[in-house]
């Protein structure tokens, strides 16, 4: 073997998301993700709920275990638990949220990146580091806000999560934003903004406005801006004058203005 064999094998590893070196030693995954899904097919045990989401599931998806959850706690422990999305099997961690769960602003993202897969904590890389910046201007900080994803589990190399990943996590940030019941929600980017206001239009159109949403049909309405998410200012600078109305029109609500 030629010393620099292993070259193709590396990029064709760092292609497919694996960016990260975790364990000190080689370790076989597929032949240990088999035997476990093999397991937990074979063998439900009464503390994994295998839950497959149907197509039909956007439309009424009141079967799916996120609803169950009356706190919290609940929550993170039925997420923890959830063997319906495949991204768990490629996360280190699974990102919940950060803040204060009685903020009057909760933030929703789109999916971990490397850094928050690492710490098991949202936009705590570049992004979040921007979000800070962006919060301070208002006088808010994590102490005043609370912070969660669409999705829980870092897609592997940071692509988009498909509609089924989606699908198959969304009952969970619905049933979040219920039982932190925020004042304001901001949705951030074009993930967070179409799949929680249910359209397909762009982040372009639906920043900027006032929306309503209802994270279930009992809940109260909540008022909705969407905005550009920190990452795309990151590479496009000259878009932080939308974000900068968006957030004062946030800071003006929040002062009843
Ligand atoms: N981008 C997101 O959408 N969420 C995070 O937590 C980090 C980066």
């Known amino acids: 073997m ?3 064999d292993h070259i193709p094998l ?26 476990t899904s093999l397991s937990i097919i074979n063998q439900p045990s009464n503390k994994t709920e295998r839950f497959i989401p149907k197509p039909s599931m956007a439309a009424n998806h009141t079967e799916h275990p996120a609803y169950k959850c009356k706190t919290l706690e609940e929550l993170y422990q039925t997420m923890k638990d959830y063997t319906g999305c495949s991204l768990k ?29 690492r710490q098991g904590k949202p936009f705590v890389g570049q992004s979040g580091q921007l979000l800070d910046k962006i919060l301070t201007t208002i006088n808010l900080d994590r102490t005043k806000v609370y912070i969660s994803n669409i999705i829980p589990w ?6 988009p999560p498909t509609t089924i990943e989606i699908a198959s996590c969304q009952p969970f940030i619905e049933k979040h934003i219920e039982l932190v019941a925020p004042k304001v929600l901001i949705l951030l980017g074009g993930v967070a903004a179409k ?4 359209t397909t239009e762009g982040i372009v159109k639906l920043r900027g406005s006032w929306r309503t949403y209802q994270p279930t049909p009992t809940c109260p309405l909540i008022k909705t801006m969407a905005t550009f998410h920190p990452a795309y200012l990151l590479r496009s600078p000259g878009q932080k004058a939308f974000v900068w109305r968006d957030i004062l029109a946030v800071e003006r609500e929040l002062k009843g203005l």
């Open 2 to 4: 030629k010393s620099d």
């Open 10 to 35: 590396l990029q064709w590893y760092h292609e497919m998301g694996m960016d990260v070196a975790v364990l000190e030693e080689p370790q076989n995954r597929f032949l240990t993700k088999t035997t």
């Open 89 to 117: 099997e490629t996360a280190m961690n699974m990102v919940f949220s950060d803040g204060n769960p009685k903020a009057e602003v909760m933030l929703v993202g789109e999916a971990p990146g490397a850094d928050e897969d």
């Open 154 to 159: 870092r897609p592997p190399g940071n692509r």
């Open 195 to 198: 799949t929680l206001l249910a």
